[in-house]
């Protein structure tokens, strides 16, 4: 539980940091930029202390990359503008759970007792409470039955990818190995960059001309936008991805999934305190149902 939670606080700040990184540099280079840092920060500690890219649950722990952090936020990345930053985020959060749960019990048999799926259901519904759009709090954008097959398949790649990372975990363990975080997120970071780096190089060469970088407030790059990358790339996939996989390696991914799914909701004190966006009496509201699923979560677990 503990490192679910702080898995959830790192996914906050990085959220904060990608923002300003997307602002500073464009969304492509942000994007690229925490993976490589990740990657490179990651390798360093992996090869240097820990398994490398070795291990008998090596290829599980890749796919799960593959599926969870390329293809999963590809599709996340091509729901945001078709349904909305607040619809997306809570398609991807919270039909991870239940797909995830489905998915562990029927390939690993692990079964959640009622009170922890009650308890996971609450927090699911302090998160929609809090995100839910509302004619007061309409979507930006157009939906489109396009922008919700993307989000499913946000979704999907996020309950499969964690699913695959407990998978890699028995493997390992049948295997006599024990596999720490960092090595866990450094395989399933390179199965992401694969995936991610590829569809950019790829499309670069369709179209015979650099991917666009998004809006951003700049001639270039700068100092300040380069330590925002960094940033974000140590809080999101460097400490904020070691720690979920140190929290799935000994919990499912049916606990663990929905603590991570209340990281909007962390984020709406630290944007009050770091950017001073006031936050709404209906996030506040879903923030307190979410926290007390965590808490009733964390002590029935």
Request: glycine share 14%; net charge positive; aromatic share 8%.
């Amino acid at each position: 539980m503990f490192a679910s939670i702080l898995t959830t606080i790192f996914f906050s700040f990085s959220a904060i940091l990608a923002n300003r990184s997307i602002a500073a540099v464009g969304s492509t280079r942000a994007n690229l930029g925490r993976l490589v840092v990740a990657f490179v920060c990651l390798g360093a500690m992996a090869h240097g202390f820990g398994g490398g890219m070795g291990g008998a649950g090596r290829n599980g722990f890749l796919l799960s990359g593959v599926i969870g952090m390329g293809l999963g936020d590809l599709a996340l990345f091509a729901a945001l503008p078709r349904l909305g930053s607040r619809l997306t985020v809570l398609m991807c959060q919270c039909v991870a759970v239940p797909i995830a749960m489905q998915a562990e019990w029927m390939w690993m048999d692990t079964r959640l007792a009622p009170l922890q799926m009650a308890w996971a259901a609450v927090i699911l519904i302090g998160v929609t409470v809090a995100l839910m759009p509302s004619p007061r709090h309409p979507p930006k954008v157009p939906i489109t039955r396009v922008g919700f097959l993307c989000g499913f398949l946000a979704a999907a790649g996020q309950g499969l990818g964690a699913v695959l990372s407990r998978h890699a975990y028995q493997v390992s363990a049948a295997a006599g190995l024990e596999v720490d975080g960092i090595t866990a997120a450094y395989q399933r970071i390179t199965g992401g960059l694969l995936i991610t780096g590829g569809f950019f190089l790829v499309r670069h060469f369709l179209t015979r001309e650099t991917p666009p970088t998004g809006k951003c407030n700049h001639n270039g790059y700068t100092w300040r936008g380069a330590a925002f990358v960094v940033g974000n790339g140590l809080c999101g996939p460097v400490i904020g991805v070691s720690c979920y996989q140190w929290a799935l390696a000994g919990t499912p991914s049916g606990i663990v999934l929905p603590i991570v799914a209340t990281t909007p909701l962390v984020i709406i004190p630290l944007s009050y305190w770091i950017e001073g966006d006031r936050p709404t009496a209906r996030s506040m509201v879903g923030g307190l149902i979410a926290v007390t699923g965590v808490v009733a979560l964390t002590l029935v677990g």
